[in-house]
């Protein structure tokens, strides 16, 4: 054997000695653990950027029998949190040794000091100043401009469906048009007319942040694992973003804050709440937001609210496409309401919905926006009633989805059942059964606003077609794998037939 050989066999066994003690460390800790690929560890089962497939099966494997599962992500530990008590800890009763949602990494300026990506010493005042924008009274003040919006969306509909004999739409199309649309209105104060056509800037920058070109899944979520290769990749020019994104939403909201300045022009919309955060300075003279904060809030608004909630219209009419009772229960609600306010949708007649509201929660359980809500330790944490520790920098994820689908909490998971959420149902359940939004002081800020676009959306729709599945389309969506939240795979078509 010459040296070039002996020098390979003993990096080989260094290697494989480095992974069996990386592979130990739940075993050290005595939290049990999925079991792992002596060499690979987690690799090959790591087949979508949002893991599910992997929490599905540390849930399969371990629920009921534990309330802590570790497992690995590439070598990284990772604990995955089964049981429901504990999940109320770490989201809410020991929050503060819980704050961030992601590993510590150098955040620069333009739109990524925003308040889903910022840790807790930044991030805790920047909520503070944000959430008096997304109270019931200012959802109230934007209300009119999402109808304007929905009038729109009747309009293109009744302009596709005269031309369409067949009936048949891309919905998940549609109403990514629809509420590129409303962002636009409430974020940035323009027009972006994506539902006149589907071509424009906004509807093209808006699929950039969600559809970009990863080089691979697992190359990806490598990158977002280790900070320091992240930080090695940006000195090939990676950024998380395109530039041209970053370019075009600081570049939007710059002229269009100048110009309502200058003009004194006043909008109901979320831009407009930036500009007077902005402009109001404390006792010292220091403005409550500068510019870069603006542009980062409302490029957030933007990306978070557009395909979550597009998304979330596009499973509620696919169920409700395939359940016609549902359908139509809900749409004699809708028409009951409308009618006792004058044939006009009001804010007031929209919160009298509430069988419309358990079909969208319900939407939410079978699609949450996140397959796990992930938090990063801030401080060692000691796991209540065991000697076990986490130890500040611990990755958790709490698997959402597969809460959402346990038959133990849920009965017939795969039904789409709305009534699940009557309010003396939701009583019978433990408090965080249900994340689609999240839950505790980071749980999602623009649930109401997100809430109210998915419910005029449905509205607008409801009242006037009734919806079926054509025979094209599968009675199951697939869920795509290259994207960070989950939304369907390839189109999802429906039949829509004018009442």
Do not use: C, M
């Given at each position: 054997m010459d040296i070039f050989q002996v020098i390979c066999l003993t990096l080989f066994l260094l290697l494989i000695t480095y992974l069996r003690y990386k592979y130990q460390y739940w075993q050290l800790l005595g939290v049990p653990q999925l079991k792992m690929n002596f060499i690979f560890g987690n690799f090959f089962r790591i087949k979508s950027i949002h893991k599910a497939e992997l929490f599905h099966e540390v849930y399969r494997e371990f629920r009921g029998k534990a309330n802590l599962v570790?497992?690995?992500?590439?070598?990284?530990?990772?604990?995955?949190?089964?049981?429901?008590?504990?999940?109320?800890?770490?989201?809410?009763?020991?929050?503060?040794?819980?704050?961030?949602?992601?590993?510590?990494?150098?955040?620069?300026?333009?739109?990524?000091?925003?308040?889903?990506?910022?840790?807790?010493?930044?991030?805790?005042?920047l909520r503070t100043k944000l959430t008096p924008t997304f109270t019931s009274a200012k959802m109230k003040f934007m209300f009119s401009t999402v109808v304007v919006v929905a009038r729109q969306l009747e309009e293109a509909f009744s302009a596709h469906m005269a031309k369409t004999p067949s009936g048949h739409v891309q919905i998940h199309d549609v109403m990514g048009r629809f509420t590129t649309d409303v962002i636009g209105h409430c974020a940035f104060g323009v027009e972006c007319n994506s539902l006149k056509d589907p071509n424009v800037e906004f509807r093209r920058i808006g699929r950039r942040i969600f559809y970009p070109n990863y080089l691979s899944i697992r190359l990806r979520t490598f990158m977002l694992t280790y900070p320091v290769v992240f930080e090695f990749m940006?000195?090939?020019?990676?950024?998380?973003?395109?530039?041209?994104?970053?370019?075009?939403?600081?570049?939007?909201?710059?002229?269009?804050?100048?110009?309502?300045e200058e003009q004194n022009i006043q909008r109901n919309d979320f831009l407009n709440m930036l500009i007077e955060l902005k402009n109001t300075k404390d006792v010292k003279g220091v403005p409550a937001m500068s510019f870069d904060e603006v542009a980062s809030q409302v490029f957030v608004f933007f990306a978070a609210g557009f395909e979550t909630s597009s998304s979330n219209i596009t499973f509620g009419l696919f169920e409700l496409a395939k359940n016609s009772r549902i359908q139509e229960k809900l749409r004699a609600e809708i028409l009951s309401v409308l009618e006792k306010h004058n044939g006009e949708l009001t804010y007031e007649g929209m919160m009298e919905m509430t069988y419309l509201d358990q079909v969208i929660t319900e939407t939410l359980r079978k699609y949450p926006v996140l397959a796990a809500l992930t938090r990063i330790a801030t401080d060692d944490f000691k796991i209540p009633d065991t000697d076990i520790t986490l130890k500040k920098g611990t990755h958790i994820y709490i698997p959402a989805k597969e809460i959402h689908y346990d038959p133990e909490i849920y009965d017939n998971p795969e039904e789409f059942r709305p009534e699940r959420f009557d309010p003396e149902e939701v009583e019978k359940r433990h408090p965080q059964a249900f994340l689609g939004f999240g839950d505790g002081p980071r749980n999602c800020i623009g649930l109401r606003f997100g809430r109210m676009q998915v419910r005029v959306g449905l509205i607008t729709l409801l009242k006037s077609y009734r919806f079926s599945l054509p025979e094209q389309t599968p009675t199951e969506l697939e869920i795509s794998k290259r994207t960070t939240v989950l939304v369907p795979q390839t189109e999802v078509w429906l039949k829509a037939e004018k009442l």
């Open positions: 570790g497992t690995y992500i590439f070598t990284q530990p990772i604990a995955v949190v089964l049981d429901l008590d504990l999940v109320k800890s770490i989201l809410i009763k020991d929050f503060h040794k819980f704050t961030n949602r992601f590993v510590q990494r150098k955040i620069g300026s333009g739109v990524r000091n925003n308040l889903f990506s910022l840790h807790g010493e930044k991030w805790r005042p940006k000195l090939f020019n990676y950024k998380e973003y395109a530039k041209e994104i970053d370019d075009f939403i600081v570049q939007l909201v710059r002229d269009t804050v100048r110009l309502r």
